[in-house]
């Protein structure tokens, strides 16, 4: 008895012990809520406070509850005065039965019919187009997080690497955002498919589907993969780069299942990086590209873009569909590209025009004996599907270490990750640059546009910047930032990847 | 009459044979073809720590190497890397591998350069025992154990005493081991030497889909995965002035292919190693039961490893310390006390010039029998100078004899660990030096009931233990790590001990087993983080073994659980569980010289999806033929009590 004693005794000082404190992390400007970490200058349910919420239509501003962009207080409502019947033009200044607000040449009164090019939602006048209260039709309100643009909500998403994390921001305004979701750990690529945004995270192996609806939770899909790095869509399936197996993975989108996983090239050490397609009449080719390793520098590993066949990723997976969604033909050897003693590094791609452009990073052995230093121009390798030929195209050496591609109307936007944006004109037979325009971002990563609104991200910190690709000298003076640092003393920022998504 | 004096810290163990061969000598049963020892739970250097030791004599034949044979104990997790000679670390108590001080003969290998120990660049050849003490163990034996120690002991130097012992099996696996000690200057010679080697081409299961769930695996072969490593020691111990003269000289030297991982193989990967360590010390006793010691040890290291870059990484490192010991043997107890001081220089690729860091510790503690030695109190401190960095350690344990062969011990203790030069001036690739690091601690209590009688031997304990400010490697920009104090871990558990002495009459069967419940926890990290499972750490373990010994015959069979762990902070990455059966046979062919032929099983049931925490394929089943010979019977054995 004394000896069962005499354990229990021990046992239970030893549980005693364990009640220990606890100490949660948050990035840099976060601060704990309950549970949660919380931007409290922009969490509007935690304004500058935990749970302060900003009540009638205001948002949180710089930890501050404010009216949105173009919205006045009125009383304790945010309402917009060019456009709203009960306070047109001035706050409480109504509008008579029979009569609407509305807007022309900087007027605003109550009138009898809207102004031409306005459309009346109730007694109010509205641009349909741009109205973030009516954005497309009437009453569909776009939320924080979201402008609207060409009529419909769109939003900037950005994956923030290091606190594993998507943000939504404001394309019209992107120091505005709303609060970020979680993507698994260390979100690395952004794509969208139909109402979802996809992020792949490198780290965890997983993909995360995030709804374009911003309130809506993500889902996360554990794939078990090793360091993903790139995220495509083609034949409504979502492909991942799968670099630590060499391999790349078909994902079914509306179950999160694993269709096909398809190795390309000899080993992991290939380093499976950008996928592109091109289709046409007896054209349904997948290209992937083979980075290679940047720690020894073994020529002969990647240094190619492998090709796909790709016909089976519109029934694989389905009764009757075949067995695999890709089937490996080939590959490209774009070796060629780079200047000696570099080697090539081909990354990310595009199909524009019918033509296959992937982004070749040219690199030599640079600090710590890593491939990481410009061995020439940056090049894009531009190849043609039908027979698939390669021909190499010169960025300049004002852009070195090329990565993200993005394509507005018919310019080729390229990131240039040792400084610059290069821009590319696309609508002559062969590519012309344009110029290489300085990006007010360290190291360039990746580029998408929403609408006419371009965006590039840094490689070196968490910050956007945004640009005008169709008059790049009105472009901001400023990058944005929209990634925090992870927790402090050893956080950092990354912004590893952008895209623009729409609400239907 | 050599003095019998239980030293602190490392010295203690460094010689203990010489000079305190009947504390640290199990009871020997001589039976007709046995040799059975108590599976004892006290070391030498900490007797009411919590200890298990392991005789390697219990596993002869069995091809075991230290870190198999560590396996056997509780509270301990092996790191295995590929098996076959590859890299493998051990952590005690959910610590860090580089939170385990690891002694050869009380000298340790953890270098001031930093990272853990590899415990297969110790040749098994060597093995007398092993001691495995969990628990912050700084007070007794220097900073560093953090988790706890393990000690490998070498041979002993008994006169005329001999044995050899050679394998061979499958990927091409063989060793050849032999030993002999003889009489020379009124004292012991010993001398032995060992080499291994194996092809490491196994065969194993791969799958080159991991994403894919249910496609077939595929059978490869592991390529690169050769190892050799020879070793030799030679061990004095002569009469000198009234005292003992003890010396030792331990050289071994290895190549390995390192072979990557089974989805990026790296067939031009290697690494090359070499460790001398010799050390002299020298003990008398005095008037009034006082006793004088010291010892001075030097070790020189050198490592090259060709790793991605075709231009070889090259490490090399040198340390000498010398230190002075007192005892004192007063009415109630003995007390200890001691002095070291060491310096170690490192020159390694990326440091821009070798460094130095010199140590010194002073170390005082007692052993008091109290209550007519029913009560044994054994208070130790010890400051530590470790560079830059000092600090305290201590730890007070107890034991109280409860009668019938019951017991129960207890200790409470702190111990911390210097940065090492790696993680503080260290930079390669993309790995970054932060000289800005302070020591991570470790505070713990743990308490165990003993059951010690005819029937066998029992042990049941918990623990607690508390890390803080544990140096991990987080990311600073992409794929950059920089080391930060950025860990906070509880971890606390059970562990229990059962040994059975011989029975069921001529089948003379026993049994042994080993059980560890862990629980871990991160009490600092993200909000998806905090409160988790620390990675790798699995919350159940479980060793057993059975064997008989039928006449001339020996058989045993073994199994080893390891329970489901996680591979990432957020839990959400499980690895599975695990089961490997071992087994195994022996016979005794010429009494006389105890020749006896043994044959062992590994991974018996051809598991060909083993893999290691990191992915990398574990050896499929492989068997072992050993013959061996001596001049003590010293094959087939059985453990358990007399």
Not at chain 1, 207 to 216: C, H, K, S
Not at chain 2, 385 to 413: E, H
């Amino acid at each position: 008895m004394n000896r069962s004693l005499l354990v229990v005794a021990a046992l239970t000082a030893l549980t005693a012990l364990s009640g220990c404190q606890k100490e949660t992390t948050c990035p840099a400007g976060e601060a704990l809520c309950g549970n949660a970490c919380l931007d409290l200058a922009t969490d509007s349910a935690n304004c500058g406070a935990c749970a302060n919420a900003c009540a009638g239509g205001t948002i949180c501003k710089a930890g501050a509850c404010a009216c949105p962009t173009g919205q006045s207080l009125c009383g304790s409502t945010c309402v917009d005065l060019a456009t709203d019947p009960a306070h047109c033009g001035a706050c409480a200044n109504a509008c008579a039965s029979g009569s609407v607000c509305g807007t022309s040449g900087g007027a605003t009164a109550c009138v009898l019919d809207c102004p031409a090019g306005t459309s009346a939602c109730g007694a109010a006048c509205v641009t349909l187009a741009s109205d973030r209260l009516n954005c497309g039709a009437c009453g569909k309100g776009c939320v924080t997080g979201e402008s609207c643009l060409a009529g419909s909500c769109s939003s900037l998403q950005v994956a923030c690497f290091s606190v594993n994390e998507v943000r939504a921001v404001e394309p019209l305004e992107p120091t505005t955002g709303a609060a970020p979701r979680a993507a698994g750990v260390g979100p690395i690529a952004l794509t969208t498919l139909g109402a979802d945004i996809w992020a792949a995270a490198s780290i965890s192996g997983s993909l995360i589907r995030l709804p374009v609806e911003l309130a809506v939770a993500p889902t996360e899909y554990l794939l078990a993969g090793n360091d993903f790095e790139y995220i495509a869509t083609h034949a409504g399936r979502v492909l991942i780069s799968n670099a630590g197996a060499g391999t790349v993975v078909v994902v079914d989108p509306a179950t999160g299942a694993v269709l096909d996983e398809v190795p390309v090239g000899k080993s992991a050490a290939e380093n499976v990086k950008g996928i592109a397609f091109a289709t046409g009449p007896g054209i349904e080719l997948a290209f992937v590209s083979l980075y290679g390793d940047s720690v020894s520098g073994d020529p002969t590993i990647g240094q190619k873009v492998a090709v796909l066949n790709a016909a089976g990723l519109y029934t694989c997976g389905q009764p009757g569909g075949p067995a695999n969604c890709l089937t490996a033909l080939g590959s490209i050897d774009v070796s060629g590209g780079a200047d000696a003693p570099g080697l090539a590094f081909p990354g990310r791609s595009i199909t524009v025009g019918g033509k296959v452009y992937v982004a070749l990073a040219n690199l030599k052995k640079g600090a710590y004996g890593y491939f990481t230093d410009p061995a020439g121009p940056g090049r894009l390798a531009v190849i043609d599907p039908i027979d698939t030929s390669v021909s190499f195209f010169s960025l300049s050496a004002a852009c070195g270490n090329p990565g993200g591609l993005a394509v507005h109307g018919t310019s080729l936007w390229v990131a240039c990750g040792a400084g610059g944006l290069a821009e590319v004109d696309l609508s002559g037979a062969a590519p012309v640059l344009v110029a290489v325009h300085p990006a007010a971002v360290t190291s360039p990563g990746n580029v998408a546009f929403c609408g006419d609104h371009g965006f590039v991200t840094d490689q070196r910190s968490g910050d956007v910047y945004p640009f005008d690709p169709v008059n790049f000298a009105a472009s901001p003076a400023a990058a944005i930032p929209v990634c925090p640092s992870s927790a402090p003393p050893y956080g950092y920022a990354w912004a590893a990847d952008v895209a623009c998504a729409s609400r239907p | 009459m050599r003095s019998k004096i239980p030293f602190l810290g490392v010295l203690a163990l460094s010689f203990s044979v010489a000079t305190t061969p009947r504390a640290e000598e199990p009871p020997p049963v001589v039976m007709d073809e046995q040799v059975v020892r108590v599976p004892r739970t006290e070391a030498a250097g900490d007797p009411t720590g919590a200890a298990t030791v392991i005789e390697a004599s219990r596993f002869a034949g069995e091809a075991k190497d230290v870190a198999q044979l560590v396996a056997t104990a509780p509270g301990v997790a092996i790191n295995d890397y590929g098996g076959l000679g590859q890299l493998t670390t051990v952590s005690i108590r959910g610590s860090t591998a580089d939170g385990v001080l690891v002694l050869l003969d009380g000298l340790p290998l953890n270098s001031a350069f930093g990272g853990a120990v590899d415990l297969s660049s110790i040749p098994r050849g060597w093995i007398e025992r092993i001691e495995v003490l969990r628990g912050p163990e700084g007070a007794l034996y220097g900073a560093g154990a953090l988790g706890g120690v393990v000690n490998v002991v070498t041979r002993r130097a008994a006169a005329d005493q001999w044995s050899a012992e050679a394998t061979g099996g499958s990927f091409g696996s063989a060793s050849l081991a032999a030993d002999g000690a003889v009489a020379a200057l009124g004292g012991t010679l010993l001398l032995a030497g060992s080499g291994d080697t194996t092809d490491g081409r196994f065969p194993y299961l791969y799958d080159p889909t991991p994403t894919l769930p249910g496609d077939p695996l595929v059978a490869r072969e592991r390529e690169n995965g050769a190892a050799r490593r020879a070793g030799a020691l030679a061990k004095l111990s002569v009469p000198v002035l009234d005292g003992w003269l003890d010396t030792v000289v331990q050289a071994s030297a290895g190549r390995r292919g390192l072979p990557g991982f089974a989805r990026n193989p790296t067939p031009d990967d290697w690494q090359r190693d070499g460790r001398l360590l010799v050390a002299a010390r020298y003990a008398r006793g005095g008037p009034g039961g006082l006793t004088l010691g010291g010892r001075v040890s030097g070790r020189f290291d050198r490592l090259d490893v060709r790793a991605g870059d075709p231009v070889p990484y090259r490490q090399r490192g040198a340390a000498g310390g010398a230190a002075a010991e007192l005892g004192w043997s007063h009415g109630a107890g003995q007390l200890s006390a001691q002095l070291s001081a060491e310096a170690e220089t490192v020159e390694a690729g990326g440091l821009p010039s070798a460094l130095t860091r010199w140590s010194t510790g002073l170390a005082v503690g007692d052993d008091l029998l109290l209550l007519g030695a029913r009560l044994r109190v054994a208070p130790a401190l010890r400051f530590d100078a470790v560079g830059p960095f000092s600090g305290l350690s201590g730890k007070l344990g107890g034991s109280w004899r409860l009668g019938d062969g019951w017991s129960v011990r207890a200790s409470a203790g702190r111990s911390f660990r210097a940065p090492s030069l790696a993680e503080l001036y260290f930079q390669q690739g993309l790995v970054t030096p932060n000289p800005d690091l302070v020591p991570e601690t470790g505070l713990a209590a743990d308490a165990s009931l003993v059951a010690d009688g005819p029937l066998g031997l029992a042990t049941l304990g918990g623990h607690v233990t508390r890390y803080r400010d544990l140096i991990l490697y987080q990311p600073t920009w992409r794929w950059r790590l920089q080391p930060f104090n950025s860990g906070q871990a509880l971890v606390a558990g059970i562990e229990a001990e059962l040994a059975t002495a011989p029975m069921l009459g001529l089948a003379r069967a026993t049994f042994s087993g080993a059980y560890t419940f862990l629980f871990t926890e991160l009490l600092k990290g993200r909000t998806d983080e905090v409160g988790n499972q620390v990675p790798y750490r699995p919350r159940q373990r479980l060793y057993a073994r059975a064997t008989a010994a039928p006449g001339r015959f020996e058989l045993h069979v073994e199994a080893h659980y390891v329970g489901r762990r996680f591979s990432d902070t957020r839990n959400v990455e499980p690895i599975p569980a695990t089961l490997l059966w071992n087994a195994g046979a022996a016979v005794t062919l010429y009494r006389p010289l105890a020749v006896s032929l043994h044959a062992e099983v590994k991974n018996l049931l051809d598991d060909r999806t083993l893999t290691d925490g990191l992915g990398n394929p574990l050896p499929s089943r492989m068997v072992l033929l050993t013959l061996r010979a001596g001049s003590s019977p010293t094959t087939p054995h059985t453990e358990g009590t007399p």
